[in-house]
């Protein structure tokens, strides 16, 4: 049975940093693609970034600079480090995982084709 589990999450002054892990179990962590969504009330799940089996990463331009995905194979741990966080980032964020092949760089930002997901963790930023 595969299970991501987000932890981190918390309030935070605009300017601040988190950061988030998502612990994986079930699934050949190393062989999986592994990203973060996130999703505001009202809006859809949206793309934050992803990293890849050879640990290069993509993020989208909204968080590009400021937040930085890293994977810790050997404990099937992926993080995200959100640094110069501001209102705008406040949502439930969430870690996926698939498999090589499923996603691409131009598809990477739709959330169909991910096909495990964690539960969520609240991030709320103040101004």
């Known amino acids: 049975q595969v299970q991501l589990v987000e932890s981190g999450g918390g309030l935070v002054q605009a300017g601040g940093s988190l950061r988030l892990s998502c612990a994986a179990s079930g699934l050949f962590f190393s062989s999986r693609v592994i990203g973060w969504f996130r999703q505001a009330p009202g809006n859809e799940r949206v793309f934050v970034g992803v990293?890849?089996?050879?640990?290069?990463?993509d993020y989208a331009d909204s968080v590009e600079g400021r937040f930085t995905i890293s994977r810790d194979n050997a404990k099937n741990t992926l993080y995200l480090q959100m640094n110069s966080l501001q209102p705008e980032d406040t949502a439930v964020y969430y870690c996926?995982?698939?498999?090589?092949?499923?996603?691409?760089?131009?598809?990477?930002?739709?959330?169909?084709?991910?096909?495990?997901w964690g539960q969520g963790t609240q991030v709320t930023i103040s101004s």
């Open positions: 996926a995982a698939v498999q090589p092949g499923r996603i691409t760089r131009s598809t990477m930002n739709q959330p169909a084709l991910w096909t495990y």
């Open positions: 990293i890849w089996r050879v640990s290069s990463t």
